[in-house]
């Protein structure tokens, strides 16, 4: 449930109204923007006398939310949120590049691509240091030598830097990251989900393998119950019969997140993808449908990387794309 207020409350008002919610044991979320100010009632509203709040003179309505998703849901919060991260911003109008190698693997490398992706008008680095693998023979990152590396480049550039975690245990590591990563394989990882929403860092919370939209939004909203409001979705194609790609790019799901929550939404057309050939295309095609950023990797050497070369561009592929998805967003505007 929630109650739009009127205009003119004070804050007085807002607090003795939010208290005589709380009394009835329902929690409360307050959402101020630049044309409403609504009370998210979260909990069990079957306690609240629907009609009686209605009535009182500084509310202007009530309306019921049937999603079970509140904080993410944007009828509670209208207003897109604006994630800003050094220079960067991403949602509400304003679009991310994020671009780097899939993993750091020395820091000649991470330094040469973060240069060569910032010349082409990055806005964001990325670069895995804790790597999800399905084999646990193949290279599972450099690990806190990883956030190390990606730190000089971020010195070395300006670029603010997203990196993924896989374990709580590490988030001490994780204190100069500008966003903090939640792969695909654990975006369901309760457990991770509410830890990181303790922390007031952005998180880029990947939707999994095999999970529908609103999984997703119940995952951003367990990072959102905490407390941590700075959450952006990221679509990175989901498992289908289809083999011709590495996964099946549900862009649908750019519109469709943005009907359901004022969160930022980015597309990773790399991973969605999995050949570089068809990344240039989609990630034109992310930018088409309205999101907010896309995520690519980019490789200084593809043909050696360590992880997911064949869906690595090349710094001058990038380059390309990068020009190509400035003309997009020009276009649609
Ligand atoms: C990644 O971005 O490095 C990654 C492992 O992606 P995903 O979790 O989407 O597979
Ligand atoms: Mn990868």
Redesign the pocket.
């Known amino acids: 449930m929630i109650a739009v207020l009127k205009q003119n409350v004070t804050e007085r008002q807002i607090e003795q109204l939010t208290q005589w919610i709380k009394n009835q044991n329902v929690d409360v979320h307050l959402s101020k923007g630049k044309d409403y100010t609504i009370l998210g009632l979260i909990g069990d509203t079957g306690r609240i006398d629907r009609e009686l709040l209605e009535s009182l003179e500084i509310v202007e309505s009530v309306k019921l939310v049937s999603e079970p998703f509140k904080q993410v849901n944007r009828k509670l919060h209208p207003e897109d949120t604006i994630i800003t991260v050094g220079s960067a911003k991403i949602g509400g109008g304003h679009f991310a590049l994020i671009a780097g190698p899939?993993?750091v693997e020395t820091e000649e490398q991470i330094i040469e691509v973060a240069r060569q992706v910032k010349a082409s008008g990055a806005d964001i680095l990325?670069g895995?240091a804790f790597?999800?693998r399905t084999s646990p023979y193949a290279f599972q990152g450099l690990k806190g030598e990883g956030i190390r590396l990606l730190l000089e480049a971020k010195k070395v550039t300006g670029l603010p830097i997203v990196t993924?975690i896989m374990n709580i245990r590490s988030l001490d590591l994780f204190e100069d990251v500008d966003i903090i990563?939640v792969?695909?394989?654990?975006m369901q990882n309760f457990d991770l989900l509410q830890e990181l929403g303790k922390t007031k860092k952005p998180i880029l919370l990947?939707?999994g393998?095999a999970n529908t939209l609103q999984e997703l939004l119940m995952s951003a909203e367990y990072i959102m119950s905490e407390g941590n409001e700075n959450v952006i979705l990221?679509e990175?194609?989901i498992r289908t019969f289809e083999t011709m790609s590495r996964n099946t790019l549900d862009l649908t799901a750019v519109p469709i997140l943005h009907e359901l929550s004022h969160l930022p939404v980015v597309v990773?057309p790399?991973?969605a993808t999995g050949r570089v050939g068809l990344v240039p295309p989609m990630a034109q095609a992310a930018a088409a449908a309205g999101a907010d950023g896309i995520?690519v990797?980019v490789h200084n050497n593809p043909a050696c990387a360590l992880?997911?070369g064949a869906q690595s561009l090349t710094p001058a592929q990038f380059d390309e794309v990068a020009r190509k998805v400035r003309r997009v967003r020009e276009a649609i505007l």
């Not at 792969?183 to 654990?186: L, V, Y």
Request: with cysteine; proline share 4%.
């Open positions: 899939c993993s990325r895995g790597k999800p993924e990563q792969g695909a394989r654990n990947k939707r393998l990221c990175r194609g990773d790399s991973h995520m990797e992880c997911d």
